[in-house]
C-alpha cells in the first residue's frame, strides 16, 4: 500500500481537529451527488470490497499516533462512500483498540439496509448520514444513486439504524437551491426525521466547487428558514482554522492537504501564516504554476485541489 490512507488533522466543523482515516480508494462511490466537492464519481460501485488491507491501514494510523499529533476525533471518511469498505467492522474496532478518542464515520447512508453495513457502524461513537431527500425524485436528481439502489430501502435503512443504534447520530442535509430547498420539499424532510431517532440535524450548504457548475447555494433566508423548519444547526463557512501538517516544506504541505481536502485562499493564507511563511504569495504563484492543481474561481474566491 503505497498511498496514505491516514491523513489530517483537518479541521472539520462538526467534529473539531479531525484526524482522517479513508478505506476507499478516489471517488469510489454509490452516488454520484450534484453537490460533490470530489466532483463527478468515475468509479460508480455499490459492491463492498476490502480495497486496503485493514492491518496496514491500521499500521499506518499506528505510526501516525506515534508520532504525537493532537486531535479530537478520528473520522472515517472515504474519497468516496467508506461504507463500501468490507472491513468496516476490523477498522473500526482496530482503531478503538489504538486510542480512546472517539470514532466518527460520515457516510450517505445509503447502505444502511444492509445489515452487515449496521453492524458495523454500531461501534462508531458518533454516525453522520446524509438525508437530502424526502421523496425519490428529489432523491434521485441530487444524490444520482447507482441505479440498484432504492430511495425507499434507504429511508428504511436509516431509520431501521436509527432505532438500532446507541452512539451519537447526526443527520446532515445539503440543501441546493431549487432541488431541495422549497417549502414542501422542506416539510417532507420535516416529516421524515420525525422516523429517524437523531442527536442532531446538520443543515448545510454547498460553500466548495460542486461536481456540477449549475449547483446554488440557497439564499441566506432560506437556510435560516430550513434550520428552523427542521430544527437543525447551519454549518457556518468560509475559514475552518487548524489546518496542520508535519511537513517542512511550506508548499509540500499545502500539497498534502489539498490532497484530500480542498481548502480555499483564505485558508491556505491562513495556514501559511500560522507556518510563519515569508513569501506567501511565493507559494500561491506555484500552486498557480503546478499542472497537477486546479483553482476553482467560486462564489468569489478560488478553492484549490487536485486536478482528477
Ligand atoms: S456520497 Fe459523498 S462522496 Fe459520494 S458523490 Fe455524494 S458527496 Fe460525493
Same mark, same amino acid.
Given at each position: 500500500m503505497n498511498e496514505k490512507r491516514i491523513y489530517g488533522p483537518v479541521p472539520s466543523r462538526r467534529l473539531g481537529l479531525s484526524l482522517g482515516v479513508s478505506p476507499i480508494p478516489n471517488k469510489a462511490c454509490n452516488y454520484s451527488c450534484v453537490y460533490c466537492q470530489l466532483g463527478r464519481t468515475n468509479r460508480m460501485t455499490n459492491q463492498r470490497e476490502d480495497f486496503f488491507k485493514v492491518e496496514e491501514i491500521l499500521a499506518e494510523f499506528q505510526a501516525k499516533i506515534e508520532t504525537g499529533c493532537q486531535f479530537d476525533v478520528v473520522t472515517i471518511v472515504?474519497? !468516496?462512500? =467508506?461504507?463500501? +469498505?468490507?472491513?468496516l467492522e476490523e477498522l473500526i474496532l482496530g482503531l478503538k483498540q489504538i486510542t480512546d478518542r472517539p470514532i466518527a464515520v460520515i457516510t450517505? !447512508?445509503?447502505?444502511? +439496509?444492509d445489515g452487515d453495513v449496521r453492524k458495523a457502524l454500531n461501534q462508531a461513537d458518533i454516525v453522520l448520514p446524509s438525508y437530502d431527500a424526502g421523496d425519490e425524485e428529489t432523491f434521485v436528481a441530487i444524490?444520482? =444513486? $447507482? !441505479?440498484? $439502489?432504492r430511495y425507499g430501502d434507504v429511508v428504511e435503512g436509516l431509520r431501521r439504524f436509527s432505532r438500532e443504534y446507541q452512539g451519537q447520530l447526526w443527520v446532515e442535509i445539503m440543501l441546493v437551491r431549487g432541488l431541495n430547498d422549497s417549502d414542501e420539499q422542506l416539510a417532507k424532510l420535516k416529516e421524515g426525521l420525525k422516523e429517524i431517532r437523531h442527536d442532531r440535524v446538520y443543515v448545510n450548504a454547498p460553500i466548495r466547487p460542486p461536481a456540477e457548475s449549475s449547483v446554488q447555494e440557497p439564499l441566506p433566508d432560506r437556510i435560516k428558514e430550513a434550520v428552523a423548519v427542521l430544527g437543525g444547526i447551519s454549518i457556518d463557512q468560509l475559514v475552518s482554522e487548524g489546518f496542520y501538517s508535519e511537513e517542512f516544506d511550506h508548499l509540500k504541505a499545502v500539497l498534502n492537504i489539498i490532497q484530500r481536502h480542498p481548502m480555499n485562499q483564505h485558508e491556505i493564507a491562513h495556514f501559511l501564516q500560522t507556518r510563519d511563511c515569508e513569501n506567501p504569495a511565493l507559494i500561491f504563484d506555484e500552486l498557480a504554476k503546478d499542472p497537477h492543481v486546479e483553482g476553482v474561481f467560486y462564489k468569489g474566491y478560488t478553492t484549490y485541489r487536485i486536478r482528477k
Open positions: 472515504g474519497e !468516496g462512500e =467508506p461504507t463500501l +469498505y468490507a472491513q450517505n !447512508g445509503a447502505l444502511l +439496509y444524490n444520482r =444513486p $447507482i !441505479g440498484s $439502489i
